[in-house]
């Protein structure tokens, strides 16, 4: 029987993929206020690109991690100005309407190329092994999850926190006409913006094929997931949104292993509690006035 340390273990690494793929939903929502349902679509992109480069190009699991990043981000540009940016200042309904049938589209189109299927990804070597910590077996593929977690979050905090092009995002999210009058150009950031947070999702969905799965149906069966960590953690916040993740990744899988009749609910029940304690998100970032 798993000890108490593995379940553990197991909910951080879990937490840790709903982290990357959820921050880029948790910025455009939190610090561009576009209501993207079809964020998961770019996670599903991510992941059957790394299958294609795989199965039929022989690329190496490490090698196409990086190329999922930055195929995904460029994709969503492609989205972002063809169909995104006409809706930035639309209503949220249209912006809900707008995403959803995006995702419809995008089963069938997985459906049409890949099969109904599911999709298996064969891990490196070096990720297949286990190392033993106080008498307990830990994946090192688990434990890669956890540090790619921990290298993105320090990377978007200091992007936010310490660089130009962070202050550009925040100056445009709190004052969007001064920030236009003093030069930036506020479309261009928030294209930016997006292209990242889409190609983390990209990056997740590649990292997570072993752990989530990947179907055509991704987008739909995980877009709930990906909403709860948004909403407990705040939008629009990095450290919030990795904070409910692990939180909300740790109580699904102790759920799912200790009481199975009920574990898909634990996730949920989590959420209530979370937010009847934080109204407002674990985190959340407030807007200049």
Not at 181 to 191: E, K, L, N, P, T
Not at 208 to 235: E, M, R
Not at 274 to 281: I, Q, S, Y
């Amino acid at each position: 029987m798993l000890s108490l340390l593995g379940v553990l273990f197991d909910g951080l690494a879990y937490g840790a993929l709903l982290f990357l793929i959820s921050v880029g939903l948790s910025v455009t929502l939190g610090l561009m206020g576009f209501i993207n349902l079809s964020h998961g679509v770019f996670a599903m992109l991510g992941g059957y690109l790394l299958v294609t480069l795989m199965d039929r190009a022989g690329w190496g699991y490490l090698a196409c991690l990086p190329l999922a990043f930055v195929a995904t981000g460029m994709a969503s540009l492609v989205l972002e100005r063809t169909l995104y940016r006409p809706l930035y200042r639309s209503s949220h309904l249209k912006q809900v309407l707008l995403t959803v049938g995006i995702i419809f589209v995008a089963v069938a189109a997985a459906t049409y190329f890949w099969g109904p299927g599911q999709q298996r990804v064969t891990l490196p070597e070096a990720l297949r092994g286990r190392l033993s910590v106080a008498g307990v077996d830990l994946s090192w593929y688990r434990l890669f999850l956890i540090a790619c977690g921990a290298l993105i979050t320090l990377a978007l905090v200091f992007g936010l926190e310490r660089t130009r092009f962070g202050a550009r995002i925040r100056a445009s999210v709190d004052a969007h006409r001064t920030a236009e009058a003093m030069g930036i150009h506020v479309d261009r950031v928030f294209q930016i913006t997006f292209a990242i947070g889409s190609g983390l999702a990209g990056l997740g969905g590649a990292l997570g094929v072993n752990v989530l799965g990947l179907d055509p149906y991704f987008a739909l069966k995980y877009l709930s997931y990906f909403l709860l960590v948004v909403v407990v953690g705040g939008p629009g916040s990095v450290l919030g949104t990795l904070l409910a993740a692990l939180l909300l990744g740790v109580a699904d899988t102790t759920g799912k292993y200790y009481v199975p009749q009920v574990g898909p609910f634990v996730i949920y029940f989590a959420m209530i509690v979370l937010l009847l304690a934080f109204p407002e998100g674990l985190l959340g970032r407030k807007k200049a006035k």
